[in-house]
């Protein structure tokens, strides 16, 4: 009878030892998926203030260089051209800025065989133009934006001809006309106000009363200041 009752209460003790093993094993796993719960939320409440601290900004400015592919006359063919830009953003709000920008590019006009020329003129061109800017997608570390310009273009298709008039090279006439430019600005932060920038773009002109469709790409980098 004796050996009976210790062989109850040690499966009793066992049972009881192993229901608090389990229910200590549940409270664990409970306050795990607690605390990953509130590591979750404590990561995407940091990320969510990093946003807003990037795109609460109300200036962006910014510059660099670029490579530009450019028509210098009616007859001639495309000419490679280095460029550099520069530009400046007020943003209205996290997504809708006014954008103003400065451009320049420089190249050799490909005159061909000429009489009057024997080697390849340098030939530049500038854009003076505003328009609306737009950012549709806004990240912790990327953002993307698109932007509409117009404004001024001046050429200079004969400064590096020797004195030879652009009539006579078959490149356009040295003026300043309009010009009008889209792109997608491209986006990687660094920081909250400082990022790398990689635009793919076109540029229209329209020297000597048509109109050249020009694309090209700049890249460089981007300052935020302000707040809004």
């Given at each position: 009878?004796?050996?009976?009752?210790?062989?109850?209460?040690?499966?009793?003790?066992?049972?009881?030892?192993?229901?608090?093993?389990?229910?200590?094993?549940?409270?664990?796993?409970?306050?795990?998926?607690?605390?990953?719960?509130?590591?979750?939320?404590?990561?995407?409440?940091?990320?969510?203030?990093?946003?807003?601290?990037?795109y609460?900004?109300?200036?962006?400015?910014?510059?660099?260089?670029?490579?530009?592919?450019?028509?210098?006359?009616?007859g001639?063919?495309?000419?490679?051209?280095?460029s550099?830009?520069?530009?400046?953003?007020?943003?209205?709000?996290?997504k809708?800025?006014?954008?103003?920008?400065?451009?320049?590019?420089?190249?050799n006009?490909?005159?061909?065989?000429?009489?009057?020329?024997?080697?390849n003129?340098?030939i530049?061109e500038?854009?003076?133009?505003?328009?609306?800017?737009?950012?549709?997608?806004?990240k912790?570390?990327t953002?993307?934006?698109?932007?509409?310009?117009?404004?001024?273009?001046?050429?200079?298709?004969?400064?590096?001809?020797?004195?030879?008039?652009s009539?006579?090279?078959?490149?356009?006439?040295s003026?300043t006309?309009a010009a009008f430019?889209?792109?997608l600005?491209?986006?990687?932060?660094?920081?909250?106000?400082?990022?790398?920038?990689?635009?793919?773009?076109?540029?229209g002109?329209?020297?000597?009363?048509?109109?050249?469709?020009?694309?090209?790409?700049?890249?460089?980098?981007?300052y935020?200041f302000?707040?809004?």
């Amino acid at each position: 009878m004796f050996v009976l009752k210790l062989k109850e209460k040690c499966v009793a003790v066992t049972l009881l030892a192993g229901l608090m093993a389990s229910g200590a094993g549940i409270v664990q796993a409970q306050s795990t998926r607690r605390e990953r719960r509130e590591s979750n939320a404590n990561r995407q409440a940091r990320i969510a203030r990093i946003v807003k601290d990037t795109y609460s900004h109300k200036w962006e400015v910014g510059g660099g260089g670029g490579y530009l592919r450019y028509r210098s006359g009616e007859g001639l063919q495309r000419n490679n051209e280095v460029s550099f830009w520069l530009s400046g953003t007020r943003y209205l709000n996290p997504k809708l800025g006014i954008e103003a920008d400065v451009r320049g590019a420089y190249g050799n006009a490909k005159i061909g065989t000429n009489d009057y020329l024997k080697f390849n003129p340098q030939i530049s061109e500038y854009a003076f133009m505003a328009g609306p800017s737009y950012r549709f997608y806004a990240k912790e570390k990327t953002a993307a934006s698109v932007f509409a310009v117009g404004g001024a273009g001046v050429g200079k298709f004969d400064s590096g001809s020797k004195g030879i008039p652009s009539s006579l090279l078959g490149t356009w006439p040295s003026e300043t006309r309009a010009a009008f430019s889209v792109g997608l600005n491209l986006d990687y932060n660094f920081y909250p106000n400082l990022a790398l920038r990689i635009t793919p773009t076109y540029l229209g002109t329209t020297f000597g009363g048509t109109v050249q469709n020009n694309a090209g790409l700049n890249i460089g980098l981007v300052y935020r200041f302000g707040r809004n």
